[in-house]
């Protein structure tokens, strides 16, 4: 993963702890990683964490341009080798699966032409709705990655599915997505 250029987005959940330490396991194997969080995130774990371990400002604003005078979406769309969205929550899943582009990572995962890695997490009456389990066959359809939750103690209290999956299991899913990616196609 040496100097692969990587943006990690966090959204809402209280598996967004569990994002701190994926991205530290990314920049020890050598990745430049961008942190895109939601405002939602910011609830969960703040912009001081991520700008510590990545060295790099963390984007959250459409509109308010930090570094790239076309927009934030479309400059780190075209740097993103792939973009990482862990936790996804329910409502980024239904974004994505609908097209919905009302914030800068919802607006990014439209922009971006690398892969896109989901790695959901959520209460397990929530994971297995109907509505959610349809929102991720759509974004499979659409070629979009998943790293699954497993099942697990949750936050919540209960044991179930929609753990979010582990950092090493990410990290190897984000490697094997490079590797991919960089196998030339005829």
């Not at 987005?9 to 598996?15: E, H, K």
């Not at 530290?24 to 969080?37: D, E, F, H």
């Not at 892969?115 to 959901?120: I, Q, W």
Request: proline share 4%.
């Amino acid at each position: 993963m040496t100097d692969r250029e990587l943006v990690l987005g966090i959204t809402g959940g209280i598996a967004a702890y569990k994002s701190a330490d994926l991205c530290s396991k990314l920049m020890q194997a050598g990745a430049k990683v961008t942190v895109v969080l939601t405002e939602a995130a910011e609830h969960f774990i703040g912009r001081t964490t991520f700008e510590a371990l990545t060295g790099r400002p963390v984007y959250r604003d459409l509109f308010a341009p930090q570094e790239h005078h076309i927009g934030e979406h479309i400059g780190l769309a075209r740097r993103a080798e792939v973009l990482v969205v862990a936790p996804a929550s329910a409502d980024f899943l239904a974004k994505a699966a609908c097209g919905l582009a009302d914030d800068l990572l919802s607006t990014l995962t439209l922009a971006v032409t690398c892969p896109v890695l989901l790695a959901p997490a959520m209460n397990t009456e929530m994971w297995n709705k109907p509505a959610v389990q349809r929102n991720v066959k759509q974004l499979q359809e659409d070629g979009f990655h998943f790293a699954a939750p497993g099942s697990g103690w949750l936050s919540c209290g209960q044991v179930g599915a929609g753990r979010m999956a582990e950092a090493e299991e990410i990290q190897q899913q984000i490697g094997a997505l490079l590797t991919a990616d960089s196998i030339p196609t005829d």
